[in-house]
Nanobody, 127 residues
Framework: QVQLVESGGGLVQAGGSLRLSCAAS????????MGWFRQAPGKEREFVAA????????VYVDSVKGRFTISRDNAKNTVYLQMNNLRPDDTAVYYCARSPYSSYSFLWKIARNYDYWGQGTQVTVSS
């Protein structure tokens, strides 16, 4: 059974930074793409970023490019999302998820291509 546990959310002022972590259980963490999604109140879940098994390939939604960085530490079974220059419209619950589609980066932006999800962590950015 795979478990994903997010942490690091909180309340921050606009322009501030947070680093989210997602710790995964299981011995096959290295084999999977890991992604971050977010969901704001009244909105659909939105892709944020994804990273392949080695960390050598990453994909971002346009709205976070240059501000957010996804990374992973396979020795710790953990994926990170460094969020800088946060804006009020970044406010959402952030979820990490695992995808088996490691060879097809065009699939990484689609939520249904992820098979395990964490419980989410709240990020609130005040203006």
């Amino acid at each position: 059974q795979v478990q994903l546990v997010e942490s690091g959310g909180g309340l921050v002022q606009a322009g501030g930074s947070l680093r989210l972590s997602c710790a995964a259980s299981g011995r096959t963490f290295n084999d999977y793409v890991m992604g971050w999604f977010r969901q704001a109140p009244g909105k659909e879940r939105e892709f944020v970023a994804a990273i392949n098994w080695s960390g050598g390939s990453t994909v971002y939604v346009d709205s976070v490019k240059g501000r957010f960085t996804i990374s992973r530490d396979n020795a710790k079974n953990t994926v990170y999302l460094q969020m800088n220059n946060l804006r009020p419209d970044d406010t959402a619950v952030y979820y990490c998820a695992r995808s088996p589609y490691s060879s097809y980066s065009f699939l990484w932006k689609i939520a249904r291509n992820y098979d395990y999800w964490g419980q989410g962590t709240q990020v609130t950015v005040s203006s």
